[in-house]
């Protein structure tokens, strides 16, 4: 069993729609990141977070310590947020990462 | 701006010839990092680094090597030794004074022929 397992692996959305992608995680953390990754293969890091919630524009992304559990919200989805987002969480002195959850979204 | 340069975007070699990634920050981080992707997978490290002239074996170093003569730069040799070199190759790096705080590159595409 991977240690950070992503759900779903593949989301299709109509632009507009309400988006979660889900983390959860088997192991001892510090922290946890929603990455993502375009296209062309470099990765922007989207939020670091330790507890509660956080919000940039359009993503919020939420964690839950106690259920080792974090979600990743987009409202109000647009085109060019289809990418692949990928959470890692922050073990000690390094980064496990998910497989990713590969988003297309469609005008 | 304050960034990491990997370079080249993509790469071509034939088999059993060595080939050199370059990954260079200029974000005064301390610590750097190389991780492979390959697809329907998450990214494993292959080595990093936290101080100059130091580095340690991630979770799957064999075939590659590195080196760090200079706080700004890592990179990455793939040796004839890696059984399966194709891969997308990313960079990282960040402060030690920071909780996580890692900056990524844009990423080498390896393709061996």
């Known amino acids: 069993k991977n240690e950070v397992e992503q759900s779903p692996q593949n989301l299709t959305a109509q632009e507009g729609e309400f988006i979660t992608i889900n983390c959860s995680y088997s192991v001892g953390i510090s922290a946890l990141h929603w990455l993502q990754q375009h296209p062309g293969g470099g990765i922007v890091s989207l939020f670091m977070l330790s507890s509660g919630k956080k919000k940039h524009g359009r993503l919020i992304a939420t964690i839950n310590i106690q259920e080792k559990h974090s979600s990743l919200h987009i409202t109000a989805s647009h085109p060019r947020d289809s990418a692949v987002y990928i959470c890692?969480?922050?073990?000690?002195?390094?980064?496990?990462f998910g497989t990713g959850t590969r988003l297309q979204v469609f005008p | 701006d304050g960034g990491i340069t990997q370079s080249p975007k993509y790469l071509f070699r034939k088999e059993g010839q060595n080939v050199t990634l370059s990954c260079e920050q200029n974000l005064n981080h301390d610590a750097m990092y190389w991780y492979r992707q390959d697809p329907g997978q998450g990214l494993r490290l292959i080595y990093y680094?936290?101080?100059?002239?130091?580095?340690q074996k991630g979770d799957i170093a064999e075939g590659y090597s590195v080196s760090r003569e200079k706080k700004e730069s890592f990179p990455l040799t793939v040796t004839s030794a890696q059984k399966n070199p194709t891969a997308f190759y990313l960079c990282a790096s960040r402060s030690l004074s920071s909780l996580g705080g890692y900056t990524f590159g844009s990423g080498t595409r390896l393709t061996v022929v």
């Open positions: 680094s936290q101080i100059v002239n130091d580095f």
């Open positions: 890692a969480v922050f073990d000690t002195d390094k980064l496990i």
